[in-house]
Structure formats: structure tokens, C-alpha cells
């Protein structure tokens, strides 16, 4: 509704008594405080009444709800007159006022419309209403819009400072801590844990995927696989390896770069799985040194919801190793569909494809695994020699396991134990064709005892994490965590440090380059122009934050960018950065985005409404005895709480359904999961017959003259 008549039978002039500090240009009478305005010559009056009734008009089914937009109003609108919070923006404010109605009488005149036929089609269409009246209304709405703009955009430029120790103003310092939204008390860091991470994702067919036993792969997909992890294995840039194979349009051009969030809205095998492995199953963490690590670990821990018996089954079920090996084998059989002069099993029934059997058993879990230093089984060791390949010798090092299956009455045999796992060969002294230099030994809790295994890490030492989704972004995701929101010491800045010693820097030198999690995440540009420093020849960066003077061989001081979400790699004197300010702009942005999610309207009500002592500088009096500031600030109370209970529910729904997934995908894969033996032996006839690991009842009843239970077309 856009015109303020007075039509509701309240006592607004009660309401309308509002204390406010000393504003000069605030006059009062009988319906409460004046606010003015002048526009072209008009001078423009609104009073508080005229906002209460605004809003208290437009929504009889809430008014708590009604009289806090109405107060919010109020406060926005009298922190832009003289003596306000806002008061040295009222000339912006006014002005770009005056450009927006400029700019919407341009649109009209273009769609050969009326001016004031143009403002009813916009609502302003009250019976009654003067053209004068839609000139004001108009008028006092836009600038609205203009003021709760520049609101906005004020709160968020004085809050995201990373640096607490710049507020030497103890009044200034307790506005931080309160509102800072990246260390205050409802801040970004603490609340919704950041995570920098690096991803690639290597899309399978995932209209042909069933469960976690069954999933059909292309021979492209397969190659892809392979040839990404091997790039991977050589040591090429995570980043550079994204850009060039990751199928995920949203991160393939930034080099896999996200911020991630308990927020996030990312599937819960990337966004679940990250976290499990970082805080549940790392042993950087796990035991309780996370506590040393950060002092805030317990609270944060707290903010990410994990029902306690959720993160018990985690912990129990801990992570699955996919040997490089396999990858080896995914590429030598991709296009394997046939043998001995074209015969096909079943038909060419793709489950038994020897690509879709490797794949499934490593690569269809829905936790999170890692690529080992291990090469593939070979059919003699499945077996432990034994020539009949259903019965594997009890020396066997992997073997299958074999069950009643309940619904069929029938033996199976899959590779997977009561535990949902399956057996690996172990760490190899060498494997032709794969450098062992960039895997690194990791200690995993698995069942409760200590596995330790040679996982493949990137070119800064992460371990890349390997998860497997089957929705709209179906496929197998590699994550590399840059930096954790629970790393307040860049514990992984040792990994690179040989970077800055290699370049003639001290280590002491190099410590400077170590970045705070404040620092990390701060929406901060590195780079003051987009050209290079005649001097140095190299670009140049701003001399504050967050750089480090650094001194050249020709003894020029250039100031060298530290390794941050912004500036994503680690610096020295003598590399070259390229970065554009597109680039840059892109990132703060993100960063920009991911503070915004913890801003509320109520944030800024507060901010803007205080006064020196802490209490509220604008408040509504009582009507007819009703405490109806006490209906603002119980309204607002319980928004707050629903918002933290929604947030926990979803959390907590999240993890309990990803929880259950990895239940279910145990169960399923006890029980349907095709052995590896199939794969290793495609097509040798003993495998499908009844009572065979690859006998399949459906295909009892084939064409006459071919074998019972398998067809070699």
C-alpha cells in the first residue's frame, strides 16, 4: 500500500513519542517526530506516525512483525539526518535519490507513458491519490531504497575488517566484537567454519548409475579418470590440472577454487565428507590436538551440528583407498566388451564389463577415499593360486566373501567385509609407470586401529580427497582442502616454506609470509595497479596488508603478496604474477558474498539504533498499557532463535541422511557388489555357472545350445 492514510483506530500518536538523541532538523508535533525532505523546490514531510501506519495497514495478521519494519524504518530514515550515525551520506544519498527518478521518468518517456500513468502501473493507484501525492509517495520510497542501500553497504565496509588490532578505540573495539563478520560474536570464522578448497570433478554416466553396486562408465569416462589422476601424480599444479580436466563449469577457469561452509549448499559427499576427514578421521585433529591447533576447536566443532552417534559411525567407518593401480587397469580396459573373437558374457550385460567392476568397487562410495601408493590385485593373488576361482585358497590376501543372500536364497560373493570395506595390497616399494613422489604417509583411524597408507597429495602436500556423487553433478570429485577454518596457525605453510628458502630468503624472513585465519579469509586486493612497477619490473602491490616487504637483489623493496583466498599462491621475489583485476574482483566477491550470509536486518537495527551507553536510542511507548517495545524485541528475539534452530536442523538432517547413505551402501554392497575376480578373469566360463561368483539367475533361461548360466554370443 503505498499511501499513509491514517485508517487504523490506534492511539499512533502514543506510539509516535519515540526518544531520540538530539537531531536539529527533527521537529515534533502532535503525530510524533517530523522527518523532511526538500526535493525539486517540494518540501516533503513524513512523520512516524505516517510510517506506523504504513506498515501496521499492510500487515493485520503480524503486528510484532509490523512494528519492527515500521521502527526499522524509522531508525534508517532519522540515522541520515543531522547528528545521525549516517548524517555525512544524506547529500549522496539525496543525490543518487534524484538520479533514480531521472532515470525511471527516462523509462516512461521511452514507453511513451504518462509520468503519473507510469507511477499507478507502479502502484501508486490509491483512490484518490493526487498526482502530488504519487510525486511524494515516490519520492520518500525511493530515497528509502537509497538510504537501506547505502546501509547496507556501510555495515558491511566497517565489519569486515581481518585486523583487530587497528580499533585502538575501546568503543570502536566492542562494536567489532560484536558485529565483525569475520571474528565478531556472530562472525563468518567461528560460526560457519570456512573451508578454502580445490576441486575437480571427472563426470560419469550417471543416467546408467544404480546404487552402489551397478554404475555403468564410458570408456571416456574411465580414460578421463586415469589420465587426470596420473597429471596428479606427476606433480602437476592442482589448479592447472582443474582447468584442464575438471567438467564442473562453476570452478574449472578459477582452477577449482570455492569457499565452502557449514552454509554451503554443496552435496553432502563433498561438503560432509570434507569435514569427516578433516576433524573425524586426520590425525592432525583427531585425539583432541585439534584443541592446540585452534582454542576455539570444541565451539567451532559445536557450529557444524554432528549428532554425537553420526560422528561415532564416522569415525568407525573411517576412509577407503583406491590403489593407483586401478587406474592403471581402468585404462587398460576401458574398451574391453568382448573376448576370445567376440564373445560377450550375458549378452554384453554391462555390469560385468570389466571398467564398471573396478569402478565400482573403488570408486562407487559415497564416503570419502584417498588414491594409495598400491598397485591392483592380480587374479592369483585374489585367489591365493587356487585354480578354481569361486573357491579361493585360505592364503588368499583379498579374496571374496561369500553369503546367503536372504530375499534370493541364493550364495553371493562381493569383495566387501562386515565392515563395508574391502582389502588392499598395501604400499609398494615402486610401480612401473607411477612416481611415488607426491603421495605421503598418512595414519587413518579405521574401526578404531591405526592404517597408515601413501596417499596421493597436491604440489603443496594436501591430500586430495576422492568422493563420489550421482546427482545433477554426478560423477567422481577430487577436493584438496587449502586451508581449513580450524587452521589458525597455517600449519600447512611448513609445506612450502622451501619455496621462500629456495629464493635466498631466511626462514625468519619467510615466517613473515605466514597468514592468520583473519588474514586468510579477509576480502583484501594484493594488487594496487593492473601494470607492472617500472622499477622492479614486476606488478605492484599495495604496502599494507596483505604483503611483505620484500628486498630484491638490486636492493629495490617490492612488496611480495602473502598466500591467501584472494591471492591464492605463495609469492617470492623472484615469480611473476599475472593476476588481473578481474580475477581479484571475482574472489572478493565470493568472499564478499560468503560474510553477507551472517548478515540480518536485526545486525543493522542494533548497530544503527545504539546509543554511547549500549541501549537502544530509538523506542516505541506503550499503547493503552501494551509494552509494544517489548513485542519488537520479543519478536526479533525469536527470529534470531528460529534462524539458529533452522540452521541446526538442517545440519543435523544433513548429517544423520549422509550417515544413513553410508549405512545403506554397506549393506548393498554386501550383497550385490560384482567381485574384481571378474574383472581379472572377463569371460572364463567357471565364473557364471550356477553357484559361480558371476552367476546370474536372470539368465537362466537363455537360448538352447549355449552354457547354462553364462552367454558367449
Not at 576447536?297 to 573411517?318: A, Q, S
Not at 574384481?676 to 566360463?685: P, R
Amino acid at each position: 500500500m503505498k499511501n499513509r492514510k491514517k485508517v487504523i483506530s490506534l492511539a499512533l500518536t502514543a506510539i509516535a513519542t519515540i526518544t531520540l538523541s538530539s537531531c536539529d532538523n527533527i521537529s515534533w508535533n502532535k503525530e510524533g517526530v517530523i522527518l523532511s525532505y526538500n526535493y525539486q523546490g517540494e518540501s516533503y514531510s513524513l512523520s512516524t506516525d505516517d510510517i506506523l501506519a504504513k506498515y501496521v495497514n499492510e500487515d493485520r495478521t503480524s503486528h510484532a512483525q509490523a512494528l519492527y519494519n515500521a521502527l526499522y524504518e524509522i531508525v534508517v530514515r532519522s540515522s541520515f539526518e543531522k547528528g545521525g550515525i549516517l548524517s555525512d551520506y544524506m547529500a549522496d544519498v539525496t543525490e543518487a535519490t534524484e538520479n533514480t527518478i531521472a532515470s525511471e521518468k527516462e523509462k516512461a518517456e521511452d514507453a511513451g507513458q504518462n509520468w503519473y500513468d507510469y507511477l499507478t502501473s507502479k502502484g501508486y493507484d490509491e483512490a484518490n491519490m493526487t498526482n502530488e501525492a504519487k510525486d511524494k509517495e515516490f519520492y520518500l520510497d525511493t530515497i528509502y531504497s537509497e538510504m537501506t542501500e547505502k546501509v547496507d553497504e556501510e555495515f558491511l565496509d566497517t565489519f569486515k575488517a581481518w585486523d583487530s588490532s587497528d580499533f585502538t578505540d575501546e568503543e570502536e573495539l566492542k562494536l567489532q566484537q560484536e558485529y565483525n563478520l569475520l571474528w565478531g560474536k556472530e562472525g563468518y570464522l567461528e560460526n560457519y567454519v570456512p573451508y578454502h578448497v580445490k576441486h575437480i570433478l571427472i563426470k560419469t554416466d550417471a543416467s546408467q548409475d544404480y546404487g552402489y553396486t551397478h554404475g555403468h562408465i564410458s570408456s571416456d569416462n574411465a580414460h578421463n579418470l586415469y589420465e587426470m589422476v596420473m597429471r596428479l601424480t606427476e606433480g602437476v599444479d592442482f589448479a592447472e590440472v582443474a582447468k584442464n580436466y575438471s567438467e564442473d563449469p562453476g570452478s574449472k577457469d578459477s582452477g577449482g577454487d570455492y569457499i565452502m561452509s557449514a552454509s554451503t549448499g554443496f552435496v553432502n559427499e563433498f561438503k560432509l565428507g570434507s569435514y569427516t576427514w578433516d576433524l573425524l578421521l586426520n590425525n592432525k585433529y583427531v585425539d583432541g590436538t585439534g584443541a592446540g591447533l585452534d582454542s576455539k576447536y570444541e565451539e567451532k566443532l559445536e557450529n557444524l551440528h554432528i549428532p554425537e552417534n553420526v560422528k561415532n559411525n564416522l569415525e568407525d567407518f573411517g576412509a577407503t583407498f583406491i590403489p593407483v593401480g586401478v587406474l592403471k587397469k581402468l585404462e587398460e580396459t576401458k574398451d574391453v566388451t568382448t573376448f576370445g573373437g567376440g564373445k560377450t558374457v550375458y549378452g554384453g550385460d554391462e555390469d560385468y564389463l570389466p571398467r564398471n567392476i573396478y569402478f565400482n568397487k573403488y570408486f562407487q562410495n559415497r564416503n570419502v577415499g584417498f588414491i594409495t601408493y598400491e598397485e591392483a590385485w592380480t587374479s592369483a593373488e585374489l585367489t591365493g593360486g587356487s585354480s578354481d576361482l569361486n573357491n579361493p585358497s585360505p592364503t588368499n590376501a583379498a579374496g571374496y566373501h561369500k553369503r546367503l543372500d536372504g530375499i534370493s536364497g541364493n550364495n553371493v560373493f562381493t569383495d566387501i567385509d562386515d565392515t563395508g570395506h574391502y582389502a588392499t595390497k598395501g604400499t609398494a616399494s615402486s610401480i612401473e609407470g607411477v612416481s611415488d613422489q607426491n603421495f605421503v604417509e598418512y595414519t587413518f583411524k579405521i574401526n578404531g586401529t591405526d592404517v597408515t597408507k601413501k596417499i596421493l597429495v597436491d604440489n603443496e602436500k594436501n591430500p586430495i580427497l576422492v568422493v563420489r556423487n550421482k546427482e545433477s553433478s554426478g560423477g567422481v570429485h577430487f577436493i584438496v582442502i587449502e586451508r581449513s577454518g580450524f587452521d589458525v596457525d597455517d600449519v600447512n605453510f611448513e609445506n612450502t616454506i622451501a619455496n621462500y628458502t629456495s629464493q635466498g630468503l631466511s626462514t625468519t624472513e619467510a615466517e613473515k609470509f605466514k597468514t592468520s585465519l583473519e588474514e586468510y579469509f579477509a576480502p583484501e586486493d594484493p594488487k594496487s595497479v593492473n601494470a607492472l612497477d617500472p622499477e622492479t619490473m614486476r606488478p605492484q602491490y599495495l604496502e599494507s596488508f596483505p604483503n611483505v616487504p620484500t628486498t630484491l637483489p638490486n636492493g629495490k623493496t617490492m612488496y611480495v603478496p602473502k598466500k591467501t583466498y584472494v591471492q591464492s599462491n605463495y609469492i617470492t621475489a623472484d615469480s611473476f604474477v599475472d593476476y588481473t583485476y578481474d580475477t581479484y574482483a571475482e574472489k572478493r566477491g565470493n568472499i564478499d558474498s560468503a560474510l553477507e550470509e551472517n548478515v540480518t536486518t536485526y545486525n543493522k537495527y542494533y548497530w544503527l539504533n545504539r546509543d554511547t551507553n549500549g541501549d537502544l536510542r530509538i523506542k516505541l511507548n506503550k499503547i493503552n498499557n501494551v509494552d509494544v517495545q517489548g513485542i519488537v524485541d520479543k519478536y526479533v528475539a525469536i527470529q534470531l532463535k528460529d534462524k539458529e534452530i533452522s540452521n541446526t536442523k538442517s545440519l543435523e538432517d544433513s548429517w544423520t541422511a549422509y550417515d544413513n547413505q553410508i549405512k545403506a551402501q554397506t549393506n548393498e554392497r554386501m550383497y550385490y557388489l560384482l567381485p574384481e575376480i571378474l574383472a581379472t578373469n572377463f569371460g572364463d566360463a567357471s565364473l557364471y555357472k550356477e553357484g559361480g561368483a558371476g552367476y546370474n539367475t536372470k539368465y537362466d533361461n537363455i537360448d538352447a545350445g549355449k552354457s547354462s548360466a553364462i552367454y558367449l554370443g
